[in-house]
């Protein structure tokens, strides 16, 4: 019952999404080139005989000689007003957790926090090499109770739609008993299609380390020792993205664990809502398990994220900046 549940929630959630972003607001924009070659998006609030004046997204007002204007398009279809929107995903190479295939640049990361206690890092060391890692601050727990990783990847991108990242990933923190315990993975992640629209499967060889203490037959501490067990299956993860409004995506991520003991009752599968704008982003969502849906709740998604870098800084030129064309049409070509 609850995996029929979860199927239909899914479903209903995909089929749904492309329509949320249908804003009425949307269908007055206009895009105006230039005889120099230059474009602008915005929507036109006054014309004359001489003139066209443009609000741009940013808010700026341009007031544009018809002379310097080589055409004006209105955007009908869903796919061209994406396409002329300046607001990107500042999250392009994340989603909900996982990697996308996309690298971060060099100099460009951003700072994470899941659920406001689980604070994070990532930042692109060349341009196809980062790090990242983050650590949990509970505030009940110690230092040494809290949960840890550390993750490298290299990724490349493979023409205009598609990207390929490997890397590793080390996360510790305390076991059911007390006692340390963590694991490792080595993963591949390739992503297809662009960010607003794009599919990313990986696959993830993962290792359980597990810290042991041995004692003598009167209880004495003996010696202590750590052993590692490979997962004999490796774990996939499905997920993507879905621009349906100016700032706003569909984020789903989705992990299976395949092996002899595989229910998909017990796979989670993660939805979450992206608002973005400029640096900031929040994903709102929740992972689904069936089982845990039984028991008539999902699982609660909240994660914020503030990109910085040398690639958001020329966003958001081409956001609230205006392109030299622009400038020198409005003052009449001079």
Same mark, same amino acid.
């Given at each position: 019952?609850?995996?029929?549940?979860?199927?239909?929630?899914?479903?209903?959630?995909?089929?749904?999404?492309?329509?949320l972003?249908?804003?009425?607001?949307? !269908?007055?924009?206009?895009?105006?080139?230039?005889?120099?070659? +230059?474009t602008?998006?915005?929507?036109?609030?006054?014309?004359?005989?001489?003139?066209?004046?443009?609000?741009?997204s940013? +808010?700026v007002?341009?007031?544009?000689?018809?002379?310097?204007?080589?055409?004006?398009?209105t955007? !009908?279809? &869903?796919?061209?007003?994406?396409?002329?929107?300046?607001?990107?995903?500042?999250?392009?190479?994340?989603?909900?957790?996982?990697?996308t295939?996309r $690298?971060?640049? &060099?100099?460009?990361?951003?700072?994470?926090d899941?659920?406001?206690?689980?604070?994070?890092?990532a930042?692109?060391?060349?341009?196809?090499?980062?790090?990242?890692?983050?650590?949990?601050t509970?505030?009940?727990?110690?230092?040494s109770?809290?949960?840890?990783?550390v993750?490298?990847?290299?990724?490349? !991108?493979?023409?205009?739609?598609?990207?390929?990242?490997?890397?590793?990933?080390?996360?510790?923190?305390?076991?059911d008993?007390?006692?340390?315990?963590?694991?490792? %993975? /080595?993963?591949?992640?390739?992503?297809? +299609?662009?960010?607003?629209?794009?599919?990313?499967?990986?696959?993830?060889?993962? %290792?359980?380390?597990?810290?042991?203490?041995?004692?003598?037959?009167?209880?004495?501490?003996?010696?202590?020792?750590?052993?590692?067990? /490979?997962?004999?299956?490796?774990?996939?993860?499905?997920?993507?993205?879905?621009?349906?409004?100016?700032?706003?995506?569909?984020?789903?991520?989705?992990?299976?664990?395949?092996?002899?003991?595989?229910?998909?009752?017990?796979?989670?599968?993660?939805?979450?809502l992206?608002?973005?704008?400029?640096? /900031?982003?929040?994903?709102?969502g929740?992972? /689904?398990?069936?089982?845990?849906?039984?028991?008539?709740?999902p699982?609660?998604?909240?994660?914020?994220?503030?990109r910085?870098? $040398?690639?958001? &800084?020329?966003?958001?030129?081409?956001?609230?900046?205006?392109?030299?064309?622009?400038?020198?049409a409005?003052?009449?070509?001079?």
């Amino acid at each position: 019952m609850g995996t029929r549940v979860t199927g239909i929630l899914v479903l209903a959630v995909v089929l749904v999404a492309p329509y949320l972003g249908a804003a009425a607001d949307e !269908t007055d924009l206009v895009t105006i080139t230039l005889k120099d070659g +230059g474009t602008l998006v915005g929507r036109v609030v006054a014309e004359d005989e001489s003139a066209v004046t443009l609000r741009t997204s940013s +808010g700026v007002e341009l007031k544009l000689p018809k002379q310097a204007i080589a055409s004006r398009e209105t955007p !009908t279809a &869903k796919s061209e007003l994406r396409s002329t929107s300046p607001v990107t995903d500042p999250n392009e190479s994340r989603l909900m957790f996982a990697p996308t295939g996309r $690298p971060l640049g &060099k100099g460009n990361g951003y700072f994470s926090d899941h659920y406001v206690v689980f604070p994070g890092f990532a930042f692109g060391l060349t341009k196809n090499l980062s790090l990242s890692g983050g650590v949990s601050t509970i505030p009940a727990l110690g230092l040494s109770e809290q949960v840890f990783y550390v993750s490298t990847s290299a990724a490349w !991108t493979l023409g205009d739609k598609a990207a390929l990242a490997v890397g590793g990933f080390v996360a510790g923190g305390p076991s059911d008993d007390g006692a340390d315990s963590g694991g490792g %993975a /080595l993963f591949a992640v390739g992503s297809i +299609g662009p960010s607003d629209r794009s599919l990313s499967v990986g696959l993830a060889f993962v %290792a359980e380390r597990k810290w042991e203490d041995h004692f003598g037959p009167r209880g004495e501490y003996l010696s202590s020792d750590t052993s590692w067990r /490979l997962r004999d299956v490796p774990v996939v993860m499905v997920g993507g993205s879905l621009r349906v409004a100016r700032n706003l995506s569909l984020i789903s991520e989705s992990w299976l664990f395949p092996g002899s003991d595989f229910e998909l009752s017990q796979q989670p599968f993660g939805l979450a809502l992206r608002f973005f704008n400029g640096r /900031l982003s929040a994903d709102v969502g929740v992972v /689904l398990v069936a089982e845990v849906l039984e028991e008539g709740f999902p699982v609660p998604w909240l994660s914020f994220s503030y990109r910085f870098g $040398p690639s958001r &800084k020329a966003s958001s030129r081409s956001a609230g900046a205006l392109p030299p064309a622009a400038v020198r049409a409005a003052r009449g070509g001079r």
